[in-house]
């Protein structure tokens, strides 16, 4: 099947930006998106960012301009830069891959291919 494996998060002081990583083994042509998606201790887990195979993107709300998801496609990687870093953004932030309607990409009940998740720690 297929694995994906995040890296990338730490501790930061707010203000700086930070660089997640997702490397996905396996067959993922099945896939038509990719992911990024956070939980912060007692919350649910929410969509950040999205990208299809044609690399059309869809943010939260809450991002306000200051992630950016990207992939490449050859190294099978996805990326989340994440800048101006906020301390309600700490979370565990997991990468997600699946087959999901364009309406549904960014609730994370629609995924069923996850990573063990990065932790981002904002002070």
Same mark, same amino acid.
């Given at each position: +099947? ?28 099945? /896939?038509?998106?990719?992911?990024? /998606?956070?939980?912060? =201790? ?8 999205? %990208?299809?195979?044609?690399? *059309?993107?869809?943010?939260? !709300? ?6 950016? %998801? ?6 099978? *990687? ?8 906020? =301390?309600? +953004? ?7 891959? !699946? ?25």
């Amino acid at each position: +099947d297929v694995q994906l494996v995040e890296s990338g998060g730490g501790s930061v002081q707010a203000g700086v930006s930070l660089r997640l990583s997702c490397t996905a083994y396996g067959y993922t042509n099945k /896939f038509n998106c990719m992911g990024w /998606f956070r939980q912060a =201790p007692g919350k649910e887990r929410e969509g950040v960012a999205v %990208i299809n195979r044609r690399g *059309t993107t869809r943010y939260a !709300d809450f991002v306000t301009g200051r992630f950016t %998801i990207s992939k490449v496609n050859a190294e099978k *990687t996805l990326y989340l830069h994440m800048s101006n870093l906020k =301390p309600e +953004d700490t979370a565990m932030y997991y990468c997600a891959a !699946d087959r999901v309607p364009a309406t549904r990409r960014l609730l994370a009940r629609a995924y069923n291919h996850w990573g063990q998740g990065t932790q981002v720690t904002v002070s």
